[in-house]
């Protein structure tokens, strides 16, 4: 009944409000693990040196251009309108848009477009451009309320939601973190093994890959600007590879246009159509977003100055899905223009692309087997590091634990290496037990969406989280309607996968039951703040 009682009981606006964790056993060992060693003070410390934040204010970006600016940005006092467009003030805040981008081009997202021109040609690049726009919403609602409440989704979700369903939250979210990593670091330990000519095995690139965590430490350290220079090089990397692939091959523009313009749909590309949705909403990439945007120093008290962060933000990370949406579809024309039809269009993968690519194409510039193997190194280096940023936010907010960068690196790190290390050694990439694998966690990530959607939608929603901020009626029909849509896409890949590869009386009944939990909660997140639910709360506490 306590959930029962927590929806009766009124509270102050969440935006604002603060949740102080319980005292700690030995507050020693609390000091030593928090960032700069301790809080000092002793017993007189606030409460607040020991809540979970996102940035420090002093890891913050300054997006002011002049002393004027940044006393009052608008000339009116700090409440007045959005002040004009700056292309200074855009480059200041130019950064977070493209660290999420990066979850649209991770090798997960890679393979399934390689594998929809192969088996669809250029038919689903419709269906490619679509899904980018419902991925680019839910990314700018996440963007929205990272802006207008100055806490992440992580952190809101433990002071909306009871500590039952904050811990389930978290462990759902954890699943779908380790699931993606797993593809990500397998995807960087192909692209080294083909650069290195096969000499490191696939074990080797792992844990080649697992130092990444390193280099993100190494970077965090120089601040935040310098973490967002060395992604947008890897970015860069890819949109230079794929677009050399795309010049060497020359698909057709024309089918191009055409694939984009005119949906089309059979029963044969119905499973390529499935990936190429599910891939796009990763649902770490939903709370990593609304970490991100709070890099930069702004004065939340000001609506001006969030008006504007939020205008921003919007164009910044447009400006990234784009370069992103113009990397998928390099990507996909190249193999629609060498392998769609042909013998080999069943069975490519992330492994055997390039050598596909390299028989069918040789070397007319630069060993293109090569090139995409630069790309897909790209990929997996960059979606592997933003695994471990989001897995710190994800693990701090969830459990508002303040831990230092170091520690909660290698903990978030851990997570995703010992499992990636066990698939690595007993798996070969050649296997189609590997198939199984892939389906198995790109099924393990579906089913999460639902988790990052559902408490996303409810709180950008919410006057007394967002304020003058909170989204329209319109724009709110539209993000349930999206997340229904991506609920009944990924149940039919649930389903698929069920029918096809799950196997005995006993695990068929097993899942069942785990499946009547999980629509439980998802109902539960849903009708959680209607007035059914607080008629029913009601009814149920008189009766007790």
């Given at each position: 009944m306590t959930h029962c009682r927590d929806a009766l009981t009124s509270h102050p606006p969440l935006a604002h409000a603060r949740i102080y964790p319980s005292p700690m056993a030995s507050r020693d060992l609390a000091e030593s693990l928090l960032p700069g060693g301790g809080v000092g003070g002793g017993a007189s410390a606030s409460h607040d040196e020991y809540e979970e934040r996102a940035y420090d204010s002093d890891d913050k970006v300054s997006i002011s251009i002049s002393d004027s600016d940044a006393d009052d940005p608008s000339g009116s006092g700090g409440d007045g309108a959005r002040p004009p467009f700056s292309w200074r003030k855009l480059w200041r805040f130019t950064g977070p848009g493209f660290l999420m981008c990066i979850a649209f081009l991770d090798p997960g997202n890679l393979e399934g477009d390689l594998q929809a021109g192969a088996a669809a040609g250029y038919q689903l690049l419709w269906l490619l451009l679509w899904a980018t726009v419902m991925g680019a919403l839910m990314q700018l609602l996440s963007a929205r309320l990272g802006v207008a409440t100055g806490k992440h989704l992580a952190e809101l979700c433990r002071e909306e939601y009871p500590p039952w369903a904050t811990r389930a939250l978290w462990a759902m979210t954890e699943l779908a973190l380790v699931g993606a990593d797993i593809q990500e670091v397998i995807g960087s330990a192909i692209a080294i093994k083909i650069l290195s000519g096969g000499t490191v095995p696939l074990w080797g690139g792992v844990v080649i890959t697992a130092f990444d965590c390193f280099i993100f430490l190494f970077l965090e350290n120089y601040g935040v600007r310098k973490l967002e220079a060395f992604f947008a090089?890897?970015?860069?990397?890819?949109?230079?590879?794929?677009?050399?692939?795309?010049?060497?091959?020359?698909?057709?523009?024309?089918?191009?246009?055409?694939?984009?313009?005119?949906?089309?749909?059979?029963?044969?590309?119905?499973?390529?159509?499935?990936?190429?949705?599910?891939?796009?909403?990763?649902?770490?990439?939903?709370?990593?977003?609304?970490?991100?945007?709070?890099?930069?120093?702004?004065?939340?008290?000001?609506?001006?100055?969030?008006?504007?962060?939020v205008y921003y933000y919007n164009i910044e990370s447009i400006i990234a899905l784009i370069v992103s949406f113009f990397i998928?579809?390099?990507?996909?024309?190249?193999?629609?223009?060498?392998?769609?039809?042909?013998?080999?269009?069943?069975?490519?993968?992330?492994?055997?692309?390039?050598?596909?690519?390299?028989?069918?194409?040789?070397?007319?510039?630069?060993?293109?087997?090569?090139?995409?193997?630069?790309?897909?190194?790209?990929?997996?280096?960059?979606?592997?590091?933003?695994?471990?940023?989001?897995?710190?936010?994800?693990?701090?907010?969830?459990?508002?634990?303040?831990?230092?960068?170091?520690?909660?690196?290698?903990?978030?790190?851990?997570?995703?290496?010992?499992?990636?290390?066990?698939?690595?050694?007993?798996?070969?990439?050649?296997?189609?037990?590997?198939?199984?694998?892939?389906?198995?966690?790109?099924?393990?990530?579906?089913?999460?969406?639902?988790?990052?959607?559902?408490?996303?939608?409810?709180?950008?929603?919410?006057?007394?989280?967002?304020?003058?901020?909170?989204?329209?009626?319109?724009?709110?029909?539209?993000?349930?309607?999206?997340?229904?849509?991506?609920?009944?896409?990924?149940?039919?890949?649930?389903?698929?996968?069920?029918?096809?590869?799950?196997?005995?009386?006993?695990?068929?009944?097993?899942?069942?039951?785990?499946?009547?939990?999980?629509?439980?909660?998802?109902?539960?997140?849903?009708?959680?703040?209607?007035?059914?639910y607080s008629r029913l709360c009601s009814s149920m506490s008189k009766n007790s």
């Open positions: 090089v890897l970015i860069a990397t890819m949109a230079l590879s794929f677009a050399v692939m795309f010049g060497e091959t020359k698909p057709s523009g024309k089918e191009l246009l055409i694939g984009l313009v005119v949906p089309k749909l059979s029963s044969k590309t119905i499973k390529q159509a499935v990936g190429i949705v599910g891939c796009i909403i990763m649902p770490h990439n939903v709370f990593l977003h609304s970490a991100l945007v709070q890099s930069r120093k702004i004065d939340s008290k000001k609506k001006s100055r969030v008006q504007e962060a998928n579809i390099c990507v996909t024309t190249v193999f629609a223009k060498g392998f769609y039809g042909s013998e080999q269009a069943d069975n490519i993968g992330l492994e055997n692309a390039g050598q596909y690519l390299q028989e069918k194409y040789g070397t007319a510039f630069f060993p293109i087997l090569y090139i995409w193997a630069i790309g897909l190194l790209a990929s997996g280096q960059s979606s592997t590091v933003t695994g471990t940023y989001a897995g710190q936010f994800v693990m701090g907010g969830f459990l508002n634990l303040r831990l230092k960068k170091w520690l909660r690196a290698m903990i978030t790190r851990s997570f995703a290496i010992i499992p990636t290390m066990i698939v690595a050694l007993f798996f070969d990439t050649e296997d189609p037990t590997m198939d199984v694998l892939n389906e198995s966690l790109n099924v393990l990530q579906s089913i999460q969406i639902p988790f990052a959607l559902i408490p996303l939608i409810t709180l950008v929603s919410k006057e007394q989280v967002m304020g003058s901020f909170v989204v329209g009626p319109i724009t709110k029909a539209i993000s349930w309607i999206v997340t229904i849509f991506l609920m009944l896409i990924n149940g039919y890949l649930i389903l698929s996968f069920y029918v096809t590869d799950v196997r005995g009386v006993l695990l068929r009944s097993s899942l069942c039951v785990l499946l009547a939990v999980y629509l439980g909660f998802i109902v539960y997140l849903v009708v959680r703040n209607t007035s059914l």
